[in-house]
């Protein structure tokens, strides 16, 4: 087993396979390094991939010290990974907690980001929503402490944004379930105090969002509520990104839609290496709905 060490001690567990440009997946909430199976078969054949536990999320270490889970921490987590790899610029892919981290790892590491992906993120950062996000993360809490993990993952893996999931593939939607129940309750608890529901909102971080230039790619499912509007925000406030949205689909979209969310990222991968994903052409960008046309315009004679 391989792992890379934190400047706070903390061990990381990690898993890279294939060869060419890296590419590392940063996971969810519920999921963990093998959430990514279906991309690691895919991108493995061209690019040197790698996958990781987060801190709380066993074989990774499991440190029982509320402070040191953090948003800031999670987003230097994926830095040490990549240290101790020797990996000087990557693609880094995030679903949900990962895609926050994937975020703040492009604001805060714009030299060692070769391409962003921000998937499924979005979730507690509506500014009306924030105070009810934190206090379901603090019943999510208490709810590892007082029922344990296997309780939790029966309840978690049928949420609103899930059931698509279910729906779409019975049998992944159980090995998530089965997987998600395996995990460390109080990992998961930790997780939920102090990077859930201390990290910053979105909507925060306007000045900082606004002048990254990491090409980004923002996804999201159409049925993942809580992930619109945050995602269209995004998209409209970071010059270098595009938003793609899957239909019908919830919010574990690289398992639920593993072919769309390949494809999309296949397609990214190869503008970006090309030189081809630009920023925003500010000639799209005004505050008019018909644009240049003005009603009443005269056309010069000739």
């Known amino acids: ?21 890296p590419v590392i997946f940063v996971h969810e909430f519920a999921g963990d390094h093998r959430s990514w199976e279906p991309q690691v078969r895919h991108f493995a054949r061209r690019y040197r991939c790698i996958t990781t536990n987060a801190r709380g999320y066993p074989p990774s270490d499991v ?14 987590d994926v830095k040490a990974v990549l240290d101790h790899l020797g990996i000087a610029r990557a693609h880094i892919v995030g679903l949900s907690m990962g895609g926050f981290a994937t975020l703040h790892f492009g604001l805060r590491y714009p030299e060692q980001a070769r391409a962003l992906v921000v998937a499924g993120c979005g979730y507690g950062a509506e500014p009306d929503a924030r105070e009810k996000f934190r206090a379901e993360a603090k019943a999510c809490a208490d709810s590892l402490a007082r029922d344990g993990m296997a309780a939790f993952a029966a309840g978690y893996s049928l949420g609103p944004a899930r059931v698509q999931f279910q729906n779409k593939d019975p049998r992944g939607h159980r090995e998530f379930a089965e997987m998600l129940a395996g995990h460390s309750a109080t990992g998961a608890a930790l997780t939920q105090l102090g990077v859930q529901r201390e990290r910053p909102s979105l909507y925060d971080l306007e000045d900082q969002l606004r002048a990254l230039t990491v090409p980004t790619l923002i996804v999201t499912g159409d ?22 949205v899957l239909p019908k689909t919830g919010h574990t979209l690289n398992l639920e839609e593993p072919e769309a969310f390949n494809r999309l990222l296949t397609e990214f991968f190869a503008l970006v290496e090309a ?28």
């Open 1 to 21: 087993m391989a792992f890379a060490e934190t400047d706070d001690g903390v061990k990381l567990y990690f898993e890279e396979t294939g060869r060419g440009e």
């Open 63 to 76: 440190p029982e010290d509320p402070g040191r889970y953090s948003q800031a921490r999670a987003t230097a």
């Open 223 to 244: 049925e993942d509520e809580p992930c619109l509007a945050p995602s269209l925000y995004m998209k409209r406030k970071i010059p270098s990104a595009g938003l793609a």
């Open 275 to 302: 030189g081809r994903w630009e920023p925003r052409d500010p000639r799209s960008i005004s505050d008019t709905i018909l644009g240049s046309y003005r009603l009443g315009s005269k056309r010069s004679k000739t």
